[in-house]
């Protein structure tokens, strides 16, 4: 098999994003193989199609396009088959088949997906939202939430809430101390409250890392933190008992808890967000 990397052009008419989660997807089923992707966004002119032509004759590759306009594809299209690579568009299929569901044709506009409409607005707020809610921060203020996500420290509270603000959801995280006070309204609040878990060994990695620690023995002064704090922060006994007393909690309170240890960001996410739409607000599962 050729071990040299696969040159793959990503020609969107917006910002790529979703070439790049289909490609990411793709990609991930072909362990033997690896791609080198040559990204060309903001695609919308004839005269920027040249230019993706001329990058992919520099360096010859197979593309993966997302254009909508049928002028650019066929432009694309004819321009690649004279270079003698292949070119795939990945919205053709599923445009092709909405149109037969809908009985209508295609717009076929660029950029469509990204419109300043309530969704976008939506997103922004929620943005807003986590970054004034972070870590704990304005805690008083919780009733706004769509989801509250509490945990101990390092347990990708923060963003995991980025990310679902990406997708207009309004993500509170609660820092878990143990011996310290939950902030009022926590307890009360009517919907959606996780907990966010991980195994200790993997934490314990985590917090050496942050605090310049990864060897044993080595110490590394980190802003924010005095040798005393730092102590019990990488102490394995104290990690192993944060994350039971955490657990506990969540128990007592009947907070769902999603296990973060061998999960990315997006699969988190993803969890939360199946949770609000199918358990309903203030709907949660029995137990942890």
């Not at 969107?12 to 060309?40: D, H, I, K, Y």
């Not at 080595?218 to 005393?228: L, N, V, Y």
Request: aromatic share 6%; hydrophobic share 40%.
């Amino acid at each position: 098999m050729n071990n040299q990397p696969i040159i793959l052009h990503l020609v969107s008419e917006a910002t790529g994003q979703a070439l790049e989660a289909v490609m990411r997807a793709c990609s991930a089923q072909f362990q033997g193989a690896e791609f080198s992707p040559r990204n060309w966004n903001l695609v919308r002119t004839r005269v920027q199609v040249g230019r993706v032509l001329a990058g992919i004759r520099d360096e010859p590759g197979p593309v993966l396009s997302s254009l909508t306009s049928p002028d650019l594809q066929t432009m694309l299209r004819v321009g690649c088959a004279r270079l003698g690579v292949q070119v795939k568009n990945i919205l053709d299929g599923t445009i092709h088949f909405l149109e037969q569901q809908t009985g209508t044709v295609a717009e076929r506009h660029p950029g469509g997906q990204y419109v300043m409409d309530d969704s976008y607005r939506r997103r922004i707020d929620a943005m807003q939202y986590v970054i004034a809610h972070d870590d704990g921060q304005k805690a008083t203020d919780l009733s706004r939430a769509d989801v509250i996500l509490v945990g101990v420290s390092r347990t990708s509270k923060t963003p995991t809430c980025f990310y679902l603000a990406n997708r207009g959801i309004k993500a509170a995280n609660i820092p878990l101390v143990p011996h310290a006070p939950l902030p009022p309204g926590l307890v009360e609040f009517p919907g959606l409250v996780v907990g966010l878990t991980i195994d200790p060994y993997t934490l314990l990695e985590i917090r050496r890392s942050r605090v310049g620690m990864m060897l044993p023995g080595r110490s590394m002064a980190t802003p924010g933190m005095s040798e005393t704090s730092v102590k019990p922060y990488i102490d394995p006994q104290n990690v192993q008992e944060e994350l039971q007393w955490a657990r506990r909690l969540c128990v007592r309170y009947k907070w769902p808890v999603i296990n973060v240890t061998h999960r990315s960001v997006e699969e988190t996410a993803a969890a939360i967000i199946d949770m609000l739409e199918h358990d309903g607000v203030g709907g949660r599962p029995a137990g942890c």
